[in-house]
């Protein structure tokens, strides 16, 4: 009986190992995902800076086209 438990015991854990093996894959490839996601979001951030003049717009600049 005592090996049987063994046996079940170390079936478990292998399992239990490449769960925790998948699951640190898709932890690593999100964090790719969320540092890449923040990257762009920095360029777009910065190019939307670089698009906005200091203070060359007006109040009437803001009046939309149908008014």
Known sequence: MNEA????????L???ED????LNQTVVR?????DLLQ???RLLHRQL???RPDDART????????Y
């Open 19 to 22: 769960l925790l093996d998948t």
């Open 14 to 16: 292998a399992f239990a």
């Open 59 to 66: 109040l009437r600049d803001e009046i939309p086209p149908h």
């Open 5 to 12: 438990r063994l046996v079940e015991l170390e079936t478990k």
């Open 30 to 34: 999100q964090q790719a995902q969320i």
């Open 49 to 51: 800076q670089d698009m």
């Open 39 to 41: 990257e762009q979001l």
